[in-house]
């Protein structure tokens, strides 16, 4: 039979103990800067007098089209959407 021995078992202890135990002399020498961006939140209303109906005007960078309700939206890249 074998006997068990507990010195392997011992000296990993030992080491583990030992590092994280032991103690860092740790100085900061470097600094970092972080930017925070924060929300901007509008009234309800304000956002709304941002749109306008204006006159038909020709595609100038036509995008995606998609129908939805009886309408045709088409994204002119850049300008706005227009809905026929």
Known sequence: ???FSS???FVFLFAIA????SSCDDECTQ?????????VF??????????AIEDPKPLEYPG???FYD??????DL???VHII
């Open 18 to 21: 030992t590092i994280s135990l």
């Open 70 to 75: 009886n309408y045709i939206f088409i994204s």
């Open 42 to 51: 509008k009234q309800l209303d304000s956002i709304r007098a941002e749109f």
């Open 78 to 80: 850049g300008l706005g």
């Open 1 to 3: 039979m074998h006997k």
């Open 31 to 39: 600094t970092q800067q972080f930017y925070v961006w924060q929300p």
């Open 7 to 9: 010195f392997p078992v």
């Open 64 to 66: 995606k089209i998609y």
